[in-house]
């Protein structure tokens, strides 16, 4: 039972993280190299808003929430929309840049020692009985229970809502979308918005759980698998990804050996670029637009 329990959790971490990337690209056909950077970044932002609201957890949150969205805008707006128009690697060559002056900048600021938000904002962090003989912690409960409504908030939001269709359509032909009168810099705005939340969102919720440090750019980085294995192009495949990999991770380390936990992702990804380079469910023409 508790292996399966750590399957969800790991399952669910990544899948959260990879919707990130695939949001990102599926939009602005651009690889976001700094994606770990910007989850980790969201994690630190809580950790300042605890501070400012401790005896304010929901405020505290809320805020941070707000934080990582402008955060994901200025991005576009400060760094990446001077990319429009340029050749692909530049593009991923700036995140890559970005990345890891992101890195930097947050060990000048916040240092590089281990920190722990849930002490900040005087939250509990209990485990919860599963049966049979399980256990979950509170917010690695939470995490698992936020992934299923934020994939299904952007299944819906890009299937039905007015700027999820533009979205889609910015993404499939952005020339004939801007003819047709979509602003398709607002529209990638808003798709490095919703990419940085959702990996902020992963963030802060690991660094309640587990504590906040410069590890956490490795749970960003071995997420990156997940959307490859998924399909860059696919909501579905980064969910199915994330399953794949937390399952493989989970079951190297129960059955062979623990310090296979950071190879098994890229194992499991050399594996699918052998057999099927696009990803369960991505195609062939996003694989070659690469």
């Known amino acids: 039972m508790q292996l399966a329990v750590n399957i969800v959790v790991l399952s669910a971490i990544y899948a959260l993280i990879a919707c990130g990337y695939v949001l990102v690209y599926r939009v602005s056909r651009v690889l976001n190299l700094a994606h770990g950077e910007l989850m980790m970044l969201g994690s630190y932002l ?5 501070w400012l609201f401790a005896p304010h957890p929901l405020a505290a949150m809320a805020c941070a929430i707000v934080l990582a969205l402008v955060v994901g805008i200025l991005v576009y707006v400060l760094l990446m929309r001077k990319m429009t128009g340029e050749s692909v690697l530049a593009a991923v ?6 990345g890891i002056l992101l890195r930097g900048a947050i060990v000048l600021v916040w240092s590089g020692q281990e920190q722990y938000p849930a002490q900040a904002l005087n939250l509990p962090n209990s485990a919860l009985a599963l049966p049979p003989g399980g256990q979950i912690s509170t917010f690695a409960a939470i995490l698992v229970g936020v992934t299923v409504p934020v994939y299904a908030g952007l299944f819906v939001f890009l299937r039905f809502g ?3 269709v ?3 359509a910015a993404g499939q032909n952005p020339l004939l979308a801007e003819q047709r009168g979509i602003n398709l810099h607002a529209t990638y705005a808003l798709a490095w918005a919703l990419s940085t ?3 902020s ?3 802060m919720l690991i660094s309640l759980d587990s504590g906040l440090g410069q590890s956490m750019v490795v749970i960003g980085l071995k997420a990156f698998p997940a959307a490859l ?4 192009d696919s909501l579905a495949g980064a969910l199915v990804g994330g399953l794949i990999i937390g399952a493989a991770e989970v079951l190297s380390i129960q059955y062979i050996d623990p310090l296979l936990s950071d190879v098994a992702p890229f194992a499991v990804l050399l594996g699918m670029l052998l057999v099927r380079p696009w990803g369960l469910f991505g195609t062939r023409e996003e694989l070659d637009r690469v």
């Open 166 to 168: 533009r979205m889609r």
């Open 93 to 98: 060559l700036t995140t890559l840049a970005l």
């Open 201 to 203: 969102l992963a963030g």
């Open 229 to 232: 294995v998924g399909g860059l």
């Open 162 to 164: 007015r700027w999820g």
């Open 197 to 199: 939340l959702t990996g």
């Open 46 to 50: 809580l950790l300042m808003t605890a």
